[in-house]
């Protein structure tokens, strides 16, 4: 396995093309959006000089990292070659479908489909392949380049050999794998869901402001970051869709706060755009 294709240069896609250029593959950034490739560029220039400087990563290792990725539009020049594609757009069913689609025909045959879907089903993305045994979910964290884990998610018809393949390219990458049984939200999206939509209920009703639930949760239940800071980081858009799906599959447990869904429709969706339930600088 020696090259890497991501396709969706958005908050995780630019995470995990950063991860694979540390870990030696020769990696394809894909999007059709020229800014979010050139925005993806920057960030990862950025974020891999700072992790450098801070002596997480080997200094000598980062020009020759950079190196090994290429930013392109074009799917064909991304996947022609590629040993594994790791999709990262939209959470959205249909786009994923059209783009594994779109995959099984322009990728090799031995180049295994992983979705970096929080959500959604492995088996269903990859019955509209002609290899679903080389299909599989592969879950990473924000931010990627911090974030130990990888849920990995075997579809039915998924293969011990690429679960094996996933397992090792998590390893490659500097990362701990859990396998997890297909079943919406898997264990680590269901979770964190539902904490999170929970803390934008009780901001809506007027329990307490953001910043006093973001400290409840992380000075008294030990959360490493509060449940609305975290969805800021997320991106509420990314985040309602997560909602949306789960509450279609697991029912009236996980129907969206309707806050969440003004925030979205007013354009605050958290970091990315400066303002989420929390104000950012720009
Ligand atoms: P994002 O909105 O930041 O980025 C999505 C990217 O996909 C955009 O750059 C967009 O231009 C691109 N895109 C859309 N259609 C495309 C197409 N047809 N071809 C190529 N690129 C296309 O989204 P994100 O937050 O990075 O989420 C991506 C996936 O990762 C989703 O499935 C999400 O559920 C999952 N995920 C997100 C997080 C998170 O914290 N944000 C964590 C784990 C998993």
């Known amino acids: 396995m020696k090259k890497l294709t991501v396709v969706g240069s958005g908050t995780m896609g630019r ?12 990696v394809y ?8 490739l050139d925005s993806a560029q920057r960030y990862i220039e950025i974020e891999m000089r700072k992790s450098a400087e801070r002596g997480f990563i080997n ?7 950079l190196e090994r990725i290429t930013y392109t539009t074009s799917l064909e020049e991304a996947v022609g070659k590629a040993d594994i594609v790791i999709e990262a757009v939209f959470e959205l069913m249909d786009l994923k479908i059209e783009i594994f689609k779109k995959l099984d025909k322009l990728c090799p045959e031995h180049t295994v489909l992983a979705t970096n879907t929080s959500t959604m089903s492995p088996t269903e993305i990859a019955a509209q392949t002609s290899r ?3 299909c599989i979910a ?20 998924t293969s011990d050999e690429t679960v094996a393949i996933a397992k090792e390219v998590g390893v490659r990458l500097g990362k701990e794998t859990v396998e997890v049984n297909e079943f919406p939200g898997f264990v680590t999206s269901r979770m964190n869901c539902l904490i999170g939509n929970e803390a934008m209920n009780m901001l809506m009703e007027g329990v307490a402001s953001a910043e006093d639930i973001d400290k409840a949760l992380k000075l008294g239940l030990n959360h490493p970051m509060g449940p609305l800071e975290l969805a800021d980081l997320v991106g ?9 799906y789960l509450y279609k599959t697991l029912g009236e447990k996980y129907r969206p ?3 969440l869904v ?7 969706l958290g970091r990315k755009s400066g303002a989420g339930f929390h104000i950012y600088n720009k």
């Open 15 to 26: 995470g995990i093309a950063y991860v694979a250029a540390l870990g030696e593959y020769q």
């Open 29 to 36: 950034l894909q999007d059709i959006n020229q800014e979010s």
């Open 59 to 65: 200094p000598e290792k980062v020009q020759s990292a």
């Open 132 to 134: 679903p045994e080389k």
């Open 138 to 157: 592969m879950h990473f964290f924000n931010p990627v380049h911090k974030m130990k884990l990888i849920e990995i998610i075997r579809g039915l018809e």
């Open 236 to 244: 509420l858009d990314t985040r309602l869709r997560n909602m949306e």
């Open 257 to 259: 706060c309707p806050l």
């Open 262 to 268: 003004k925030y979205v429709k007013a354009g605050r």
